[in-house]
């Protein structure tokens, strides 16, 4: 290939882009520049720099459009990969999940270690297994190189259909946590917050296809790690007095614990989570019958506010009982829909560690096997996730896209590391300076995140004893590492620099989901079965309004605000895995694998891992009148749905292949 001097100078170009960015903006900061105004800076310099690259990267080449010319070196296409990979999800939702489930669960669900293990872990299994492989082929998606080794254009329809629900439930969730973070930053609402910053991935991807999401996410790869390192650093020597994050975190560990066994023995936790349990079983029978709960507490809720209006209480008291979905609602649907969320909720704080592992566990319980089941899943799920595997095509040889998923792996930690790091550190403010102080004397933090507009922590005093017990306090698992810089009074840049880098994370990974679904509509389902003749500026431009299309019906989805990032992106990878793993690995590795046995072990393992996720929603559940003692399986969770998937597909694809070849 040759020295490509420009490649090493835009990376160059990127970091030094951060650095000057935020030493300009920490003396802006000093100056006594108003916080909202340094965020609104991060957030617009952050989209026009990827527009531009973009602008830059344009092409109407189809080699170039599909797969970035397939000659893109192991290093960049690692970092490429890396921003690929790293949703926000993985940057925004981590240091919240091993915040509120600790390192091992709560002994009947999976704890923050799942993800870790079984992320990194798939990138073993992608090196090893499929990446040199899918370069060595011409294909220029996943669906196309099944299609062109089975010669079927069924293998290739079905494939094409598959990854497109995978990667737009993904592409959902990564275009919420867009909305948040850049909402946050701009103080825009919301759905604004969502269009502006679609308008940075269509620049981008519209028009220069993977060409141009390559280098853009190189660039956003820099500022995904280079944030992660600056934050990390900069709470560890706030909180130690060195930089070293993974020491500071060690050293943190031993308080947090110390602090957890005091909370866990003080009667006043006893009591708020006796209150609580209580307030589950007023759930229950409430949710049982729901026309008698809803008329009981309208007239609760009456008295409240003619009590309110008598004392002449703040507006806000007032509009917050009226906001009372029982008050609000005429119907009982959306009322029983929130009791059942308040319930989840609840029981989720019960079942919480204090510390980062649950006080109760003692040998082999629910919650291993939900780990081990949920490490399988994300193992294999990364292994085939259809914007993941096409990376594989742009590398310029199949040693080179080993390569590559080595230095993608290695970026990943690098992120991981500094999330659970931080997840300590975070811990340990929240349970030294909020647990135990009375509600009118919270730390000044706890006040801010309290009065958000996108409020990052609620505080409920279920005891009425007026001391902050931790079962009292929820943090937002999905946005929380947002909070960080706040929570550790560092100073509001480090709070631009951290959502710089969130919203870089789910552009760079919306941008890879686009293309997929874009490319599968387009190349897949239309060219290779209707039109396989078509000029090759046709096929660019019909895969260009396609993406436009995609983005928008996506961005109209994420509006809607789907609850849980971290849940959705584990469906998808569930899908992935059920729906690719068992075809990829048969289909490589066993010459025997046919047509038929392919369209079994796609449709089986989907079919499969489909039905468990659905079954088991709370909303589905709702609507048909069941429990989940009816329809989970062996007590895994919805989320492990790729535990009965991978084996049916693989289990299928063998039999009917045999069975089709005996036929001949």
Known sequence: MGFRPWRWRLVLAGLMGVTVLSLG????????????????FFLVVSI???????????TGNPEEYYVAGRRVSAPFNGMATAADWMSAASFIGLTGLLLSDGFVGDGHHAGGLAYVLGWTGGFCLLGFLFAAKLNASSAITIPDFLGQRFQSPSVRWLAAWGAILCSSIYLIAQIYGIGLVASMLSGLTFELGVFLALGGILLCSFLGGMRAVTWTQVVQCVVIVASMLALGVAVSWKTQGHPVLAVAAAQSLQTIERRAKEIEADPAEQRTRQAIALRIRDLDSKIADPVAARTIERQVIAR???RAKADNAPLREIQALEANPAWREV???????????EREQLIQTLNRPVGFQAADLHGLNQGWVNTVALVFCLMVGTAALPHVLVRSYTASSPTQAQRSVVWALFFIVVVYLCASALAVLIKSFVLTELVGVNLDQ???WADRLKLRKLALLTVQDYNHDGIVQFSDVRLFNDYVV???PEIARLSPVFTGLIAAGALAAALSTADGLLLTISNALAQDLYFQTAAPQAPALRRVMLSKILLMVVALLAAWFATNRPVNILFWITCAFSLAASTFFPVLLLGLYWPAMN???AIAAMASGLGVSFYYIVSNHPWVQMRLQLSPQDTIWWGLDPTCAAVFGVPMGLFLGYVFSQASASKN
């Open 482 to 484: 947002l909070a960080v």
């Open 25 to 40: 903006l920490w003396l802006a900061d000093l100056l006594g520049v108003s916080k909202s105004l340094i965020n609104g």
């Open 595 to 597: 047509r038929v046995g």
């Open 331 to 341: 119907g009982v649907e959306r009322l029983t829909q929130a009791w059942w969320t």
């Open 304 to 306: 409240q506010i003619a």
């Open 442 to 444: 919270l730390p000044d």
């Open 48 to 58: 026009i720099g990827y527009a531009v690259i973009g602008m830059f990267c344009r």
